[in-house]
């Protein structure tokens, strides 16, 4: 049975979930040039996000997506991107200076995960580091008002409770 604190734990994640899909909603359908293979900066809204391991992408120009939202209640960013067949990226809420956090932080203050979806659009595979009894952690190692830096590890689990373990890179502009 449910009691209050777990109702609100339930719909807390709900809204997370919810809030983290339409993010990478908007990740799929982004369209953008082509990045620059130089050094120079990357232009807004890419960057680079690589993951390896349980799966392997290399993620650069329109199929990455570096995105911050910045309301009076909070601050959100996505880092990640798409391929075909695939969703991957990490989710921060009110992170606004270099540090490590665990990949299950759903505080009323903060928030880190990582997801990854996988799958048919009739049938999606929902894989989530919330789910995880081992999730990992991001370091951020640069943030500033227009970009980000970093390193995660992450275990990811689905509801079924299959489990996939990655790591990797992200660096672009918001």
């Known amino acids: 049975m449910l009691n209050r604190t777990n109702k ?12 983290l899909l339409g993010i990478l909603v908007v990740a799929t359908t982004l369209q953008s040039c082509k990045k620059d293979e130089s050094n120079a900066a990357y232009p807004s809204g890419q960057g680079k996000f690589t993951a390896t391991g349980g799966i392997s992408v290399d993620l650069s120009g329109s199929f990455s997506t570096f995105r911050r939202v910045t309301t009076s209640t ?10 075909t067949t695939a969703v991957v990226g990490l989710t921060f809420v009110n992170v606004k200076t270099p540090t ?3 990949l299950n932080t759903l505080t009323s203050t903060q928030t880190a995960l990582a997801a990854y979806i996988t799958g048919t659009i009739a049938s999606p595979i929902y894989y989530f580091s919330t789910l995880s009894a081992s999730p990992g952690t991001a370091t ?5 008002s227009t970009a980000i830096e970093g390193t995660y590890s992450t275990t990811v689990k689905s509801f079924a409770g299959d489990s996939l373990t990655f790591s990797g890179t992200f660096k672009g502009s918001f």
């Not at 734990?9 to 809030?19: A, F, P, R, S």
């Not at 909070?74 to 391929?83: H, K, L, P």
């Not at 951020?140 to 500033?144: H, K, P």
């Open 140 to 144: 951020i190692t640069a943030i500033s």
């Open 8 to 19: 609100k734990y339930v719909l807390k994640m709900k809204q997370l979930t919810n809030y």
């Open 100 to 102: 490590t956090l665990p």
């Open 74 to 83: 909070y601050d959100s960013i996505y880092v990640g991107g798409n391929t």
